[in-house]
């Protein structure tokens, strides 16, 4: 029996939606993103209407989103709305551009207006601006199988994407030519070797400088380094949880791990955290701090690296994040940080820059939502930013790139510390706010791509977990298991080559960039110059 025109068309949305979701961390049948977008090239050769080819392709990637990012809905419904809903409109909008292209141009043309204009979307997504949501860039699809993209190096992930958008089109020119005249038509078996060309050789490019860069890099100085785990419910601990019990349990959980030799301890995003906040300028003077200090004071070669939600006091208003405190001339800023400790106190402060939207932060036009995400636990315009990257040196030849949460599926923006020298990528996170759901596991596997970008070690200290180390080529080693309280170390290397994506950056989105600007003025010039001879 065979589905009416209608029905087919429905089915090839749903296909493609599934298939991305299939293809994605954690569950990780990533050979289907190479299949996973010719249902809709199928619907962009079907004559549909305007509307009828929107809500179908949108359908599909809200299926891709819901499916993939469903749990956000754990610790902010209107966040996983927001998330869900707007991410979809947003993702449609390069379909769009390349129905129009190929409408008025071609084929061809249609074709490379939507590589540009999809690696231009991602790209713009990948900076700060409000709404930033890259969970789904198409490039970290390979998180699950980080030894396909040890190019990245020297692409990025939108090295991945470009490789994943053209595959696709290859593989469907080659159905497409083989409905005509089947086996014995030359264009179908061009593309379909093509296809299965462009599959396999970078993989094997792949295997090959993994190969070559876990040799070169054997015998490197090491730096150990501990990493605990504290497994605090972080809905108890906002709830008002007893802070002194809390610290002498993160203290403990690090004498088992800690000695002489340790140079660097780890501890998760807000590990330091009161209900009344800490004051950045008085820390060492905080009563509630004195056992970190006292144990501290054991291990004089020691360095604590760890979350911290705190606050500064100004006289004055000090930035656009400045608030006024009610009923005073003072303003003040509250941070969730990072801070690096030793026996004599705080040494460096860092401050959350890429804040999660929705619970962290929020664009000017959504503003009128923030008291809902701040009843969830958030603070949607209330945390300051640091605007610039600086890395956090725990000695002159050990610097650390560091990352909260959300930050660390920024590759361009980790790679920035790297080209300051960093010489360790610390992730404190706390991922037990989506409870165990695959969004911890998305979250960990993404670190690995980070690791090969910049050849450098991961330490990821999770609260809830995954806590591990991540090697320069995305191997996890020593993962602790969710909701465990526990401890792991290693001996890191201190490496300072950089990659060409850190000296260089995302050349490839930077190129689609150009040349959707060339696209744009192309298709306006064109209508400009119609509408004038008529």
Partial sequence: MQFSEKYRQLLFSVIAGLLCFLSWPPLGYTTLIFLAWIPLFFLIDATIGKWKFISLIYLSLFIWNAATTWWIWNASAPGAAMAILINSALMLLPWLAFRVFRNKYGRMMGYISF????????YIHLQDWGLSWPWLTLGN???????WVQWYEYTGTSGGTLWILVVNILSYEAIRNLSFSGWRDKKAQQFFFSAIGLVILPTLLSLQIRKTFEQKTASEKKQEVVIIQPNT????????????????????LSRKATDSSTRLLIWPETALYTSSGLDEVRLKESGALAPLFEFLKEYPQLHLFTGIESYRIFDEKHSVYSRAIP???????AYNGAVLLNHNGPLHFYHKSMLVPGVETLPRFLMFLGPVFEQLGGSAGGYAKQDQRTTVPVSDHFL?????CYESIYGEYISKYIAQDASLIAVITNDGWWGNTPGYKQHMSYARLRAIEARRWVARSANTGIS?????????????????????????PSLS????????????????????VLLVLIFFTGRFRKKKTA
């Fill in 115 to 122: 590589i540009c204009f999809w690696l231009c979307f991602e």
């Fill in 141 to 147: 699809v390979f998180a699950s199988c980080p030894e």
């Fill in 233 to 252: 419910d972080p809905y108890q601990k906002i709830g008002g949880m007893d802070f002194d019990r809390l610290l002498n349990e993160m203290i403990s």
């Fill in 327 to 333: 009923n005073s001339s003072q303003y003040y800023e």
């Fill in 400 to 404: 650390i790139a560091p990352a909260i």
């Fill in 468 to 492: 591990c180390f991540i090697d320069p080529v995305g191997n996890v080693l020593n993962p602790l298991p969710w909701w465990k309280a526990d401890v792991t170390k290693a001996e890191i």
């Fill in 497 to 516: 080559e950089k990659t060409f994506y850190v000296r260089y950056g995302d050349l490839i989105s930077k190129a689609a960039i150009i040349s959707s």
